[in-house]
Structure formats: C-alpha cells, structure tokens
C-alpha cells in the first residue's frame, strides 16, 4: 500500500517540503492534512439547502486513505473540509457556491475530484466530500503484495520526507498543523 500512497502523492502534485501532513495511522491507513488556504468570508449562494454565510476560513482538507476495509484494496475515505460559519448561519456548503469554491481549489491544487457527500451528510462546522483519484482509482492487492509493500524500507523512507510527527519531536496531535506552518 505505501507504493500506492507514493503513487498518489506524485498524482497530486506533491513533493517534500510541501506543507501537508501525512500521518500513518494504522497498518495500510495514513491520514492527509492538505491545506486549502484562506476562503474569504462572505455569503454564498445555496441551491437546496440555504445560502452558506461564513467567516474567513483557513481551510485544511483532512481525508484517509489505504485499506480502509480490511478487502486489501487502496481506497479513500470521506473528507472533512471544516468551515467558520458566521453565527447565524441558517445554509449549508453543500451543492451550493460555496462547495463548488472548495472542490474547485482541491482540484487545482491536488488534482483531486471531490464532490460534496450526501453519505457523510453535512455538519454545522464542516462539508463532507467524496474524494476520488482518476489516475488512482481502487487499487486491489494481494496479501504477498501487502506483507512485500510493508517491509520496503526504500518506500517507507520516502515518506518520512513528508510532514509527519517523526519530524516534529515534542508534537502532538493537536499541534501538528500549527507546526508544520510554522515551519
């Protein structure tokens, strides 16, 4: 599976140094944090669900990705764009302006294709998106491939260079975000 992440860390475009945080989980399941940037606050036009209104956003999209399902397949899991709303706020992001502002900008800065996720539903701080690779897709291994894909070194190395904890000692989860900025 860590070939499979290098291959779609090279799809999207991303190469160390990069501010993102790539961050294994379990075996065969990493998380990514990929910063959005900021989404200016404002009103955005809703199609069913009311017009979104929110507060400048620095927005960061949080998805995992591996053998989500035990079936030793790649696959993505639901992502997690967490929005400021303005208080009183009555709208969603979801199919509305604001959502085709976020998924536009995950595609031009990852090459990913996203779409808001009736599945994951919608919260009152964030949109649920679909996220799919098209030069990725599921990816099926065998369990040879999965026991070969784990001890390669070489793979595993390569993916230290990311954003990761190993590279910030005395970080913990909740700061992760801030330190790889600050960096």
Same mark, same amino acid.
Request: glycine content about 10%.
């Given at each position: 599976?860590?070939?499979?992440?290098?291959?779609?860390?090279?799809?999207?475009?991303?190469?160390?140094?990069?501010?993102?945080?790539?961050?294994?989980?379990?075996?065969?399941?990493?998380?990514?944090?990929?910063?959005?940037?900021?989404?200016?606050?404002?009103?955005?036009?809703?199609?069913?669900? @009311?017009? $979104?209104?929110?507060? !400048?956003?620095?927005?960061?999209? /949080?998805?995992?990705?591996?053998? *989500? &399902?035990?079936? %030793?397949?790649?696959?993505?899991?639901?992502?997690?764009?967490?929005?400021?709303?303005?208080?009183?706020?009555? @709208?969603? $992001?979801?199919?509305? !302006?604001?959502?085709?502002?976020? /998924?536009?900008?995950?595609?031009? *800065? &990852?090459?990913? %294709?996203?779409?808001?996720?009736?599945?994951?539903?919608?919260?009152?701080?964030?949109?649920?998106?679909?996220?799919?690779?098209?030069?990725?897709? !599921?990816?099926?291994?065998?369990?040879?491939?999965?026991?070969?894909?784990?001890?390669?070194?070489?793979?595993?190395?390569?993916?230290?260079?990311?954003?990761?904890?190993?590279?910030?000692?005395?970080?913990?989860?909740?700061?992760?975000?801030?330190?790889?900025?600050?960096?």
């Amino acid at each position: 599976m860590q070939k499979v992440l290098i291959k779609l860390i090279e799809l999207m475009g991303v190469t160390a140094g990069d501010k993102v945080v790539i961050e294994a989980v379990d075996y065969y399941l990493w998380r990514l944090d990929l910063p959005l940037g900021k989404i200016d606050g404002g009103t955005y036009e809703g199609k069913h669900w @009311g017009d $979104a209104v929110i507060e !400048d956003t620095d927005a960061w999209l /949080t998805f995992t990705v591996g053998n *989500l &399902y035990d079936s %030793n397949r790649f696959s993505f899991g639901e992502g997690i764009v967490d929005i400021n709303y303005a208080e009183g706020n009555e @709208g969603l $992001a979801y199919t509305g !302006d604001l959502e085709d502002v976020i /998924t536009a900008r995950i595609k031009d *800065l &990852y090459n990913l %294709n996203t779409d808001g996720s009736e599945q994951g539903m919608q919260g009152d701080d964030y949109l649920s998106l679909d996220i799919w690779s098209e030069g990725l897709g !599921d990816r099926e291994l065998t369990d040879e491939q999965m026991d070969a894909d784990y001890a390669d070194e070489e793979s595993e190395n390569y993916l230290k260079q990311f954003c990761r904890f190993e590279n910030y000692p005395g970080v913990n989860n909740g700061d992760l975000r801030q330190a790889v900025l600050a960096s």
